[in-house]
């Protein structure tokens, strides 16, 4: 079953951290370049960071210098360490390709982050 499951949600304080995982199961993510996405309550889905098959990253404009993206393809695992929460921060995180859909087709449950002030 071709899947992305997200997980390391949570509540945490304004200025806390949390480490979000998406793994993928039934096809590789070493080829693609991957990305983390969030949406807020009543709010669009919008893009947060991306990383490359070789490793080159980008970052939304809101997450520089707070987020950090990463990937292990030997665990077809990706990462996103969020440092320096904020409220704003809040929202469910969910992981695909870039562009979305083009080797998963369905989005994942997504994993919930709460910071509260």
């Known amino acids: 079953q071709v899947q992305l499951v997200e997980s390391g949600g949570g509540l945490v304080q304004a200025g806390g951290s949390l480490r979000l995982s998406c793994a993928a199961s039934?096809?590789?993510?070493?080829?693609?370049?991957m990305g983390w996405y969030r949406q807020a309550t009543g709010k669009q889905r919008e893009f947060v960071a991306s990383?490359?098959?070789?490793?080159?990253?980008n970052y939304a404009d809101f997450v520089k210098g707070r987020f950090t993206i990463s990937r292990d393809n030997a665990k077809n695992t990706v990462y996103l360490q969020m440092d320096s929460l904020k409220p704003e921060d809040t929202a469910v995180y969910y992981c695909?390709?870039?562009?979305?859909?083009?080797?998963?087709?369905?989005w994942g449950q997504g994993t919930q982050v709460t910071v509260s002030s």
């Open positions: 990383i490359s098959s070789a490793g080159f990253v």
């Open positions: 695909n390709t870039v562009p979305v859909g083009v080797a998963f087709s369905s």
């Open positions: 039934g096809r590789t993510v070493r080829n693609y370049l």
